[in-house]
């Protein structure tokens, strides 16, 4: 270690200023002895630069582990509601071949008729756009709530991504003043 200041221009200063020499040289000694152990203490609360680049580092890994469990999150929503727009496709194509199916058969039956069933088929093609109508309100609502469960999700994820961002920035920025 390399003391700032000169011991022996202190020792003369303290001897030009009424101290003998002994009792100068214990003062200066003691001096030395309580910057040693307040460098010590300094040293002892100090990071080195390895230890700094492997905590950071370690932050590094663990916000990776956080963007690839975001990635999967995000595929295996959209997966799940792409699977579930699918089955709704299959069950209006469904429902509307069991109305057109249930026309053709009423068309068949009541040929003599034909007022009565222009009527029913008026009855029927209400009902079908009613039951269209309602299962598109219902998939139209299924999917905005997912959009804003999703639009949730993702800002849930960005504040999280800024809070460990300004942590780490903290922790960095503490290491640098505590280095300088």
């Known amino acids: 270690r390399r003391l700032f200041f000169d011991t022996h221009a202190l020792v003369c200063l303290l001897e030009e200023n009424g101290f003998t020499t002994q009792?100068?040289?214990?003062?200066?000694?003691?001096l030395v002895k309580i910057m040693d152990t307040n460098l010590d203490m300094i040293?002892?609360?100090?990071?080195?630069k390895v230890q700094q680049e492997i905590s950071l580092q370690q932050v590094m890994s663990h916000i990776g582990g956080v963007k690839k469990d975001m990635i999967?999150?995000?595929?295996?929503?959209?997966?799940?509601?792409?699977s579930e727009n699918e089955k709704i496709k299959l069950e209006l194509q469904q429902i509307k071949k069991q109305v057109t199916?249930?026309?053709?058969?009423?068309?068949?039956d009541n040929k003599l008729?034909?007022?009565?069933?222009?009527?029913?088929?008026?009855?029927?093609?209400?009902?079908?756009?009613?039951?269209?109508?309602q299962t598109d309100?219902?998939?139209?609502?299924?999917?905005a709530d997912l959009?804003?469960?999703?639009?949730?999700?993702?800002?849930?994820?960005?504040?999280?991504?800024?809070?460990?961002?300004?942590?780490?920035?903290?922790?960095?920025l503490g290491f640098y003043r505590l280095w300088i």
């Open 137 to 143: 309100r219902k998939i139209d609502t299924e999917v």
């Open 147 to 172: 959009k804003t469960m999703l639009e949730t999700h993702k800002l849930d994820n960005i504040k999280y991504l800024a809070g460990s961002i300004f942590t780490c920035l903290t922790v960095a």
């Open 43 to 48: 040293y002892k609360d100090m990071v080195t």
């Open 101 to 108: 199916d249930e026309i053709t058969k009423v068309r068949a």
């Open 113 to 133: 008729n034909l007022n009565l069933e222009k009527s029913r088929v008026k009855e029927l093609h209400a009902q079908q756009d009613r039951a269209l109508t």
């Open 23 to 30: 009792q100068s040289e214990v003062i200066v000694s003691a």
């Open 72 to 82: 999967i999150l995000e595929k295996s929503e959209f997966s799940a509601l792409r």
